[in-house]
Antibody, heavy 117, light 108 residues
């Protein structure tokens, strides 16, 4: 059974940093591209970042470029999102999602990040 | 344009057919995928590619695309279909992904 479990969310002050993790199981992690998607309370889904299976290809949404860093450790079946210079508008539930061909076929349950003083 | 546009809300009578649409220039080059999200839950993939359903998704869900518009059709809507629905595709650059703003479906 495919499972994605996010962790690392919490309360952080504006300007602070946080590192999210997503632990995968039930599939060959290195064979899949992975993404982070976020959702502010009461708002829609927003794509945040993409990483290829080897980790060599990476893309970011303009809203987070230069502040967030996506990475993966295929030996640990884990995906990460290092978030720096956090802003109030980064407050959201962050989901990791597996990209199959052109669709997100599995999602984690999400982890809540709150940026507030 | 890198945007996908959806109607904010749509309603349908129980057992009737409803179409939810998604417009964007990128849909001329990329198929949309569709996600159902119920309150407090993660999104669930319901349609992908030309018109494919993941295992476990009822066959009342179907998808289509014409030029710059993708559609999700629910034929014989059920009470449990009440949810938010989001479309997604790569943007025109091919290096970013974009979601539509979401459509809240109410089953009357």
């Amino acid at each position: 059974e495919v499972q994605l479990v996010e962790s690392g969310g919490g309360l952080v002050q504006p300007g602070g940093s946080l590192r999210l993790s997503c632990t995968a199981s039930g599939f060959t992690f290195s064979s899949y591209e992975m993404n982070w998607v976020r959702q502010a309370s009461g708002k829609g889904l927003e794509w945040v970042s993409y990483i290829g299976g080897s980790g060599r290809t990476i893309y970011y949404a303009d809203s987070v470029k230069g502040r967030f860093t996506i990475s993966r450790d295929n030996a640990k079946n884990s995906l990460y999102l290092q978030m720096n210079s956090l802003r109030a508008e980064d407050t959201a539930v962050y989901y990791c999602a597996r990209l199959r061909f052109a669709e997100y076929d599995y999602w984690g349950q999400g982890t809540l990040v709150t940026v507030s003083s | 344009s890198s945007e996908l546009t959806q109607d904010p809300a749509v309603s349908v009578a129980l057992g009737q057919t409803v179409r939810i649409t998604c417009q964007g220039d990128s849909l001329r080059n990329y198929f949309a995928s569709w996600y159902q999200q119920k309150p407090g839950q993660a999104p669930v993939l319901v349609i992908y590619g030309k018109n494919n359903r993941p295992s476990g998704i009822p066959d009342r869900f179907s998808g289509s695309t014409s030029e710059n518009t993708a559609s999700l059709t629910i034929t014989g809507a059920q009470a449990e279909d009440e949810a938010d629905y989001y479309c997604n595709s790569r943007d025109s650059s091919g290096h970013h992904w974009v979601f539509g703003g979401g459509t809240k479906l109410t089953v009357l």
